[in-house]
């Protein structure tokens, strides 16, 4: 089961930490995602990362305002999110799955029940 945390309410411009720890154990050399869903819209894809090579990919808004990493004990993935804007408020969800070697972007595949996911809210 996935559980991720530290999501909140933050002004535009502000920075968020959020944690995604596998209940069972560790992730290993899982790919390894975030994704995020807000009202009206689908779930898309945020940020990657290969747990076994440390390789990260990320969607175009992105724009090197995030950073996707993992601890050493492969239990836990983090999304360190800079220069938020409002419209990056979302639930936001953490999965692993795989990418068949055609890139995290372009084929991410989850395998995991989605969890409940953590809110974060950007006011501008």
């Known amino acids: 089961q996935l559980e991720e945390s530290g999501g909140g309410l933050v002004q535009a411009g502000g920075s968020l930490r959020l944690s995604c720890v596998h209940s069972?154990?560790?992730?290993?050399?899982?790919?390894l995602a975030w994704f995020r869903q807000s009202p009206g819209k689908e779930r898309e894809f945020v940020a990657g990362?290969?747990?076994?090579?440390?390789?990260?990919e990320y969607a175009d808004f992105v724009e090197g305002r995030f950073a996707i990493s993992i601890n050493n004990a492969k239990t836990t993935i983090y999304l360190q999110m800079n220069s938020l804007k409002p419209e990056d408020t979302a639930v936001y969800y953490c999965?692993?799955?795989?990418?068949?070697?055609?890139?995290?972007?372009?084929?991410?595949?989850?395998?995991?029940?989605w969890g409940q996911g953590t809110q974060v809210t950007v006011s501008s």
């Open positions: 999965n692993y799955g795989s990418d068949y070697g055609l890139g995290l972007v372009a084929r991410f595949i989850p395998f995991g029940d």
């Open positions: 069972t154990g560790s992730f290993g050399n899982a790919a």
């Open positions: 990362i290969i747990g076994g090579s440390g390789h990260t």
